[in-house]
């Protein structure tokens, strides 16, 4: 129930408009529990005015922190303002997390800078660039799970969607055991993934708390029904020809099971998000593969993770070589009613993980919460594995080995969304911790 009020006053004595950020300096915040420890800014005269309160950005040393950026001040005018601080009254939780905990800083102005975008925010705060290759000096860097701390760092790569954007586009993505890449977005914990072509940051589901081990918006099947090739599609068509199963004219069965859960929890944050963003579900077949209803075939990912031999050739791409299965909203070739898929298995390889090779602790990213343990049980990914014996069969995480692996779609299976932020969205506050996640500004048009 603590509270406490601080008021400061700005003048403008100068000839002409100024513009200035609210700054905490030297700020330090040990406080554990979010949304207990919160702050709300409001002013008279046209200052910067919040609504709501706010979680006061989390800080174990001494660090500058922008509360505001470039609020305007015009000539000869005084802006009185208030800055209210509260912590959480709530007898009916136990408290002691914060027991001992500190906040301290000073209240300061610093000239008016523009609001970075959530990209350059990001791009600053990872200032070492490292590649990954299946030939780094007769070295296959995809064979072995990569589980080595790499925070501070992002790795780059390309994609290129065949139809939609042919030249390859850089790509920049979070590998290892990053422990920086956590976003809290719609009131969800999310890590990122990676960028895409068209600059969106595409981001991956955990949970309304960041050490949940139920990271998952349920279990589906991937589709109900299995004797077929075209049930490894997130949508499909008739099964007469590789190209008439990727007609998408009919919803998979996760396909339906997402897109209930993004209306019941993200409608009202679609203006925040990527239109243009690709889903690959990559039906395309492998190199001298024949596609058939009553012969075995493989899909173009099975050879990619490298099936044959647990991972030892994996050469994973963010390409997708047929428009029919680049889903994405703009897309009227494979066309989502929403914003959202799955990871696919070419992602969970570029982050660190291997077909059938056991990944230990400290595990990558994808599968960790902030605690070190396996965020979810087993679930899907996004991408097609292969045709076998009258059963349709597509790459899932495979939680008890902690590896990629094969599953028949009609088997059940955890729900991990994706979703990716506009390239304009502006950054507001954290560091990308979990104690500290990105977070966004939120406005009316989104950007």
Not at 39 to 45: A, E, F, G, Q, V
Not at 46 to 60: A, L, R
Not at 210 to 237: C, L, R
Request: proline share 3%.
């Amino acid at each position: 129930g603590w509270s406490a009020t601080k008021t400061f006053t700005i003048k403008n004595d100068t000839k002409t408009e100024y513009k200035y950020n609210i700054v905490i300096k030297d700020l330090v915040n040990t406080f554990v529990t979010n949304g207990y420890l919160q702050y709300k800014i409001t002013t008279t005269n046209g200052g910067y005015n919040m609504t709501e309160f706010k979680d006061i950005p989390k800080s174990s040393a001494p660090k500058d922190t922008i509360l505001a950026y470039s609020v305007s001040i015009p000539v000869g005018v005084t802006q009185s303002y208030t800055i209210e601080f509260k912590y959480a009254n709530d007898e009916s939780v136990d408290q002691s997390d914060d027991m001992g905990k500190k906040l301290s800083g000073t209240l300061f102005i610093t000239e008016g800078t523009e609001q970075p975008t959530l990209l350059s925010q990001i791009l600053n705060d990872n200032p070492t660039r490292s590649t990954r290759s299946n030939n780094n000096n007769g070295t296959n860097d995809f064979a072995t799970p990569l589980t080595v701390t790499t925070t501070g760092t992002l790795f780059t790569s390309t994609e290129n969607i065949t139809g939609i954007t042919d030249s390859p586009k850089e790509v920049y993505y979070y590998a290892g055991n990053t422990t920086n890449n956590w976003v809290k977005f719609a009131n969800i914990y999310w890590r990122i993934i990676r960028t895409n072509h068209d600059s969106s940051i595409r981001l991956l589901y955990v949970g309304t708390s960041h050490d949940t081990t139920t990271g998952n918006i349920g279990e589906s099947a991937f589709n109900t029904s299995f004797n077929s090739p075209k049930y490894v599609g997130y949508k499909y068509g008739e099964d007469t020809s590789l190209d008439t199963i990727r007609n998408n004219t009919t919803d998979g069965t996760i396909k339906t099971f997402i897109d209930t859960w993004y209306q019941n929890n993200l409608t009202n944050y679609t203006k925040y998000l990527s239109t243009s963003a690709v889903y690959c579900n990559d039906r395309s077949l492998g190199t001298g593969r024949t596609y058939s209803v009553s012969s075995d075939f493989n899909f173009a990912p099975y050879y990619r993770m490298d099936y044959d031999t647990d991972g030892a050739k994996a050469n994973p791409s963010y390409n997708c070589t047929n428009i029919k299965d680049a889903f994405s909203v703009d897309n009227t070739s494979a066309k989502l009613d929403y914003p959202v898929s799955l990871m696919t298995a070419d992602e969970i390889a570029f982050a660190g993980g291997v077909a059938f090779q056991a990944m230990n602790t400290p595990y990558a990213w994808f599968i960790s919460n902030s605690v070190g343990t396996q965020v979810s049980t087993s679930w899907w990914s996004l991408s097609p594995n292969y045709w076998n014996y009258g059963y349709a069969i597509v790459w899932h995480w495979y939680s008890g080995y902690a590896f990629l692996y094969n599953n028949y779609v009609n088997n059940t299976d955890a729900v991990r969304p994706a979703i990716s932020l506009k390239s304009c969205i502006k950054y507001s506050t954290g560091d990308g911790t979990s104690e500290s996640p990105y977070e966004i500004v939120e406005t009316s048009s989104g950007c």
